[in-house]
Structures are given as C-alpha cells and as structure tokens.
C-alpha cells in the first residue's frame, strides 16, 4: 500500500488541461518551481479577450481567488449591476468564503507583446516574465498593515485546491465586461514532513552533515600530520647532521696518520654515516 502523503499528493493534483478560457498554471519552462507552498504562477489572460478584436479605451485584468470547496464551487464575482466584487483576502477568510480579488494589472494588446526570445537576456526576463506570468500569493505586505487598504495579494495556505478567474473591466464604465471561466483546482505544494521538522537555514539533509564535517575536518588531520612531519624531518636532520659533524671531524684526525691515502679519506666523508663509522671505528683500531 502506498504511503498516506502519496495518496493525498496525488488527490490534490491538478486535473487535466482545461478548456480554451480558463486560467493556467504557468508553464514550466518559466516557472520551474510552481506551484510553491504559498504562492500560484498563471498565465496572463494574454490574447484572450482581445484575441477577435483590439480593444479601445482602458481596461483592466482583475484575478479573483477562490478555495475549492463545493459550497461556491460557482461563484460569481460580480453583483447583479456587473459590478465587480471588490472583496479581500480578510474578508473572505482567504477565499473561504467567497472570491477574492487578489491582483489587478493593465491588459498588455495582444499586438504588444515583448518577444519571448529575450527571456535569456538578465536583464530583462524579469521584465518580460511579468508581463507573461502573474504570482498569486506574492505579498504579504498588507497582512502586517492593519490599516491597509489597497488591494491584497498574500501567501496562499499549503496543501490547498485554488480556482482562479480573471475578469475584464472596462475601467470608463467600471463593469465586467468579460470574463474567464473558474480555473481546475490547482493545489498548492504539500509541505514535506523533512522540511516541515527542519528549521536549519542551511536546510541540510543528515548524509550531506556527514559528509560536510568529515570534508571540514580532513584539513584539520592534514595539517596535523603536516606538522608531525615536519617536526620529525627537523628532529631526523638535526641528529644526521651531529652524526656527519661529528664523523668528518674523526675522519680528518684519522687522515694524518695514514700519510698516502688522503683521496679514501675523502671518498669516506661521502659515503654516509654508517660506513663513516666503521671507518673510523677501524681508524681508532689502528691507533
Ligand atoms: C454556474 O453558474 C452559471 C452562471 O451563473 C450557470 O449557468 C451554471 O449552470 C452554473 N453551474 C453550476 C454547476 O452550478
Ligand atoms: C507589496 O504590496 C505593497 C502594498 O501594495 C507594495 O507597496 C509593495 O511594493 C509590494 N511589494 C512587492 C514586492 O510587490
Ligand atoms: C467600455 O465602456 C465605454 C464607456 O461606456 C464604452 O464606450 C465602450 O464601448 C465599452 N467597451 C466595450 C468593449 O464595450
């Protein structure tokens, strides 16, 4: 049987692509990590209400957020004169209770489009993904403000199903004056049970802990080893060059005494400690 959490992932899964005007997850060529546990990147209505016909005067792009329950399943967003409903986050414990507005944004002509060719560019993807995508859940500003009052668009709750609907207002008459259909449910990330207990900034997992401070202290034991060589390297020379000194010194008292042999006095320095030794331990013998 599988895991509970693999049940539970796979029932908060979006369903399906949906039909031409609902709102969409944005493409994951943009938006690699989407959704998140708190927020929800869409697609901009791009070409959508414009797409028969340019539209003249100023419009507006309103996005309403709702919780997919079955009690407003099918909730309007505008009163009985095609007003849009103007109700916030608090007001709607969030979309709880009802839609709310969430973000408002001009609507960029279908003709004015930036390219897409240039998202590469640094500079300007961000500009370029703006006017593509649009973030729900993006600014939590208006929570900390008590007195705020413009619109408010902040963290969305994990492990949530959300609809969204975008509504076109013309903004000299103030009405709806189109709209898409609800989004499918798209569900906020599930909070892993390892992220949920890890509080560490670094967000490590135990094996890269391991093998972190086993990397950390490698150098540490390097350079202890480092130094022991070097002090035995010290203490070994010190006592060959006492031993070498202290050898040539006998060798050249040696010399004088055996007249003709001066060249195998000077071969003997040369030839090491141990073979010095013996030399001038036959040496001493002939004295
Ligand atoms: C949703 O609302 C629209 C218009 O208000 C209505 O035509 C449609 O039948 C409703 N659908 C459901 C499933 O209630
Ligand atoms: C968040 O919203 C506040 C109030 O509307 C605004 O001043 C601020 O610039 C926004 N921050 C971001 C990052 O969009
Ligand atoms: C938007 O409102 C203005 C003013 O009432 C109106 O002239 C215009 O036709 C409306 N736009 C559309 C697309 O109906």
Redesign the pocket.
């Known amino acids: 049987m599988p895991p509970l959490w693999a049940l539970l992932a796979l029932g908060c899964l979006p369903l399906g692509v949906g039909v031409n005007l609902q709102p969409q997850l944005a493409s994951v060529t943009f938006a690699t990590n989407n959704p998140t546990l708190t927020t929800v990147a869409l697609e901009k209505p791009l070409c959508m209400f414009d797409s028969s016909a340019a ?1 003249d ?1 100023t419009y507006e792009i309103y996005l309403y957020v709702l919780v997919d329950l079955a009690s407003s399943r099918n909730a309007s967003v505008q009163d009985s004169s095609r007003t849009p409903l103007s109700s916030t986050f608090q007001q709607t414990e969030g979309g709880r209770t009802g839609p709310y507005k969430a973000t408002a944004f001009d609507l960029t002509p279908c003709s004015d489009l930036p390219s897409l060719d240039a998202v590469g560019d640094v500079a300007r993807a961000s500009e370029i993904l703006n006017a593509y995508l649009v973030r729900v859940g993006a600014n939590g500003t208006c929570l900390s403000d008590p007195n705020f009052q413009g619109l408010c668009n902040p963290p969305l709750s994990a492990a949530t199903e959300y609809r969204f609907k975008y509504v076109l207002v ?1 903004m ?2 103030g009405l709806v ?1 189109d709209q898409t259909l609800w989004s499918d449910p798209i569900c906020t990330r599930r909070p892993t049970p390892y992220a949920a207990i890890d509080t560490w900034p670094g967000r490590r997992s135990g094996g890269m802990i391991v093998v972190t401070s086993i990397l950390g202290s490698l150098p540490f034991f390097l350079l202890i080893a480092f130094a022991g060589a070097i002090v035995l390297s010290l203490l070994d020379t010190g006592s060959s060059d006492r031993e070498t000194t202290h050898d040539s010194q006998i060798t050249q008292e040696a010399v004088p005494r055996s007249p003709g042999t001066s060249e195998t006095a000077y071969t003997s320095v040369n030839r090491g400690p141990t073979l010095d030794r013996a030399e001038v331990f036959a040496s001493k013998l002939q004295d």
């Open positions: 539209l005067g013309n000299s008459t004056q």
